[in-house]
């Protein structure tokens, strides 16, 4: 695997290369990372990987200074993974002077983790956009944990006429359901325990065996803090009508300090 922290080396390897599927990341990888690379093998025969903790997505009071970072671990990861290139820049490579042009994404992006992450898909689509400049992909692959993410980069390619494929991978899980995240490292073993009722949550909902509201109420009556649950439907995140058969339902709890999202397509 060639590691690059620069955007002309990045550049000179991609200009040597042919179809192009990219897994953009944060680090601190596990294994629905990998099934992300191993979805991204499917679309293309390269594959690249970033690794950038993008400040611009962090709200001051949340985790930037100690999101989980452990570059040597993912490197081993991605190697065993069979990753052609991993693009690591550091801050000032991809933000070398204030950022002063940012992506405004549509209002939807005010709503469900927008609501409680001021401006967090602004910060979102800007990197996304800036990776997208560097790597040019053909192909990019994000997982549908980040169900809104997914749908904000969908609409970003889509509107301003970006020539890549938005692959879409499926949620991985633990055996008890709890989504894999890299946040979960900060879970307690007690609350490590506890976490899976977000996801047996959602599937009750999903099930109709309760409502979102009836789903807020248990979880803060286990100690959560509960921030929504919401169903909407798959194809916008718009509030489904009577007609809209295929929904999602997300939600997103603090349990102790960790914030915890999950979703759930029926
Ligand atoms: O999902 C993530 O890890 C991040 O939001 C992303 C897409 C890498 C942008 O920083």
New binding site residues.
């Given amino acids: 695997m060639r590691i690059v922290d620069s955007i002309a080396q990045l550049r000179d390897w991609r200009s040597n290369v042919g179809r192009l599927a990219f897994v ?3 680090g601190n990888l596990h294994a629905g990372h990998i099934a992300l690379v191993r979805l991204a093998r499917q679309h293309a025969p390269y594959v690249a990987v ?1 690794i ?1 903790v ?1 400040r611009l ?1 962090f709200a001051p009071a949340e985790d930037f200074g100690s999101y989980p970072r452990s570059f040597e671990d993912d490197c081993a990861k991605l190697e065993a993974a069979g990753v052609e290139l991993l693009f690591a820049p550091g801050e000032t490579v991809l933000y070398p002077e204030p950022q002063g042009f940012i992506v405004e994404p549509p209002p939807q992006a005010n709503e469900l983790e927008g609501a409680f992450r001021q401006r967090f898909f602004h910060g ?1 689509t800007t ?2 956009l800036k ?1 997208f400049n560097c790597v040019r992909p053909e192909v990019a692959v ?2 549908k944990k ?1 169900y809104q ?1 997914l749908m904000m ?1 969908k609409a970003m390619v889509r509107q301003f006429n970006l020539p890549i494929q938005v692959v879409a991978a499926e949620t991985e899980r633990e055996p008890d359901g709890l989504a894999m995240s890299s946040r979960n490292g900060y879970l307690s073993a007690a609350e490590r325990a506890e976490a899976p009722r977000l996801h047996r949550l959602l599937a009750a909902i999903a099930a109709g065996t309760t409502t979102c509201s009836n789903a807020f109420d248990q979880i803060a009556a286990a100690g959560w803090k509960p921030d929504y649950f919401e169903i909407r439907r798959r194809r916008d995140l718009a509030p489904p009508q009577t007609e809209d058969r295929e929904r999602v339902v997300l939600a997103a709890a603090r349990l102790g300090a960790t914030r915890l999202i999950d979703s759930l397509e029926f």
């Fill in positions: 953009p990341t944060m970033s950038f993008n997505q979102v990197v996304v990776l994000f997982g980040d993410q980069v």
